[in-house]
């Protein structure tokens, strides 16, 4: 794994959404692909890169589970986040037709937000660790008769076709990234700001009391605090104590404070993950 210090790392190859979304944000940087989400981890704690942008959750599959393991021990802290619309296009090595193709490779996920194309043209689904990765190996292999669903930067960095684009089921198919960094960047604080404008994400576990979750959230609730995300993690025991929850609103404000201090009388090893402005996408 090559590196630079200014670099921001992601997982997958060059070319995977999670790339085109460090491109998006950060385009002065270089992208420094891993292996796996821990590798992004490490990246950034072992100073190879700067910052890390990581998936969290999507609008079809749901949560990222690997990603939010990995937060209580990363030791990073979110700066922001960003929002990326997930466009699949069909990628064929230079010259391929669509009737050509026979089989389509792509990540485990991708196959089936494109079910209803992958159907219609009668294709054989392979799966791979990621999207760009498929590209990769399409254009490599360099056989007509295989495809991959991928982004249309895979298509540019590989050398393919772009055989059609927009061909996943639902338009409405957008993944969360977090961007990481090894120091806290909290926006700066001003009275009478939009409590919507900040986004505080947080870690805790509940006391093994009647209604712990319902009193450790009561602070929130009495202050008017909206809760964007709330998520319980089982341990080795099977028990749902651990909570993950981004809440609108600063954490230097006097009423998050609050809130935070009754929290601390319901919660154990309430851990501290960011604040970071919200990103424009969740006003529509």
């Known amino acids: 794994m090559s590196s630079h210090n200014n670099s921001i790392a992601f997982q997958g190859a060059h070319g995977a959404y999670s790339d085109l979304s460090c491109r998006t944000v950060y385009p002065a940087r270089p992208t420094l692909p891993c292996n796996s989400f821990e590798e992004a981890f490490e990246a950034v704690r072992g100073k190879q890169a700067e910052l890390a942008m ?4 999507n609008t079809i599959a749901g949560r990222v589970a690997d990603v939010h393991h990995l937060m209580p021990g990363g030791e990073l802290f ?18 391929t037709k669509i009737e050509d ?14 079910r ?39 298509a540019e960095i590989y050398g393919l076709d772009v055989l059609k684009t927009d061909i996943q089921d639902n338009m409405n198919n957008v993944t969360r990234f977090v961007i990481l960094s090894r120091e806290p960047e909290i926006p700066a604080y001003t009275e009478n700001q939009p409590a919507h404008d900040t986004i505080t994400s947080l870690i805790f ?7 712990a979750l319902y009193k450790c959230l009561g602070g929130f609730a009495t202050a008017g605090f909206n809760l964007t995300r709330l998520e ?53």
């Open 116 to 154: 209803k194309f992958i159907r219609a043209q009668g294709l054989k689904g392979v799966v791979h660790a990621d999207t760009a990765g498929a590209a990769r190996e399409i254009a490599e292999k360099g056989d007509k008769t295989h495809a991959a669903i991928a982004s249309t930067l895979a």
């Open 101 to 114: 193709l026979t089989t389509v490779h792509s990540h485990v996920h991708a196959l089936p937000q494109c």
């Open 54 to 57: 990581i998936p969290v959750d």
């Open 205 to 211: 576990e509940a006391r093994n009391i009647p209604a």
């Open 232 to 284: 319980s993690y089982v341990n080795e025991n099977f028990e749902a104590a651990r909570f993950y929850m981004d809440v609108e609103g600063h954490p230097e404000s006097p009423h998050f404070k609050l809130a935070l201090e009754e929290l601390g009388f319901y919660a154990k090893d309430v851990l501290f993950l960011g604040a970071y402005p919200a990103h424009a996408f969740r006003r529509g």
């Open 78 to 95: 979110i700066i922001g986040e960003h929002f990326q619309p997930v466009h699949h296009a069909l990628l064929g090595v230079k010259g």
